[in-house]
């Protein structure tokens, strides 16, 4: 079974400053994809930054970056700059099917992040 | 880019009637539709499949009597709460992917379901 862990149930920032969100994960599959998720307060998933796991490069997305070690099975995510629009509760994800499939979602607990000005 | 439009958005209905939530791909052909729910401040659950023309999969634990999936089409699949009960009170959402490789997962904006 995929299981997917945030550890950090909420987190705080500085608006302009930087702040790392940690996710790790559990599949048997070799190649796949992992995702982030951000559901602002209108609770609209909104896609952040995904990576497939043969890629040795890390993702980035403008202010949004993962450090991903496959090995490890550790998946996190970096926000730089923050911005008062980035309070949100954010999801680690993981296909359950693995490979391209981006259906069967597994999500872990979320954390919810809020950024002070 | 590729739109995924659910309704209504919100729902308040008394205990033992049924609901129906629909999910529509704008602007896509989703042969596969996903619906989750969630509890305030937690993580989304996967409760089914939807498969255009054939039986919803449903997930360990979600009853489908309880939960009536129907996709009749590419482009709209629905999920009806029958007999709703306090309990069933939640937000429900839906996703679908167009299949194209390397095409994420769209999701809807969801539905509150509060049953009194």
């Known amino acids: 079974a995929q299981t997917v862990t945030q550890s950090q149930p909420e987190m705080s920032v500085q608006e302009a400053e930087t702040v790392t969100l940690s996710c790790t994960y559990d599949?048997?599959?070799?190649?796949?994809?992992l995702f982030w998720y951000k559901q602002p307060p209108s609770r609209q998933m909104i896609l952040v930054i995904r990576?497939?796991?043969?890629?040795?490069q890390n993702a980035t997305e403008n202010r949004f970056s993962v450090n991903f070690q496959k090995a490890a099975k550790s998946f996190s995510l970096k926000i730089s700059d923050s911005q008062l629009g980035d309070t949100a509760m954010y999801f680690c994800a993981c296909p359950r099917a693995g490979g391209t499939s981006y259906g069967k979602l597994t999500f872990g607990q979320g954390t919810i992040l809020t950024v002070h000005p | 880019g590729a739109v995924v439009s659910q309704h209504p958005s919100r729902v308040i209905c008394k205990s033992g009637t049924s609901v129906k939530i629909e999910c529509r791909s704008l602007?896509?052909?989703?042969?596969?539709m996903f619906w989750y729910r969630q509890f305030p401040k937690q993580s989304l659950m996967l409760m089914a499949t939807?498969?255009?023309?054939?039986?919803?999969?449903?997930e360990q634990g979600v009853e489908k009597d309880k939960f009536l999936i129907n996709h009749a089409s590419l482009t709209l699949s629905t999920l009806t709460v029958t007999s709703a009960h306090p309990e069933d009170s939640s937000f429900y959402i839906c996703?679908?992917?167009?299949?194209?490789?390397?095409?994420?997962?769209?999701f809807g904006n969801g539905t509150r379901l509060t049953v009194t």
């Open positions: 990576q497939e796991a043969y890629k040795q």
């Open positions: 602007d896509f052909q989703a042969t596969t």
């Open positions: 599949t048997s599959e070799n190649n796949y994809y």
């Open positions: 939807s498969n255009e023309g054939s039986k919803a999969t449903y």
């Open positions: 996703s679908a992917t167009d299949r194209a490789w390397n095409s994420p997962l769209h």
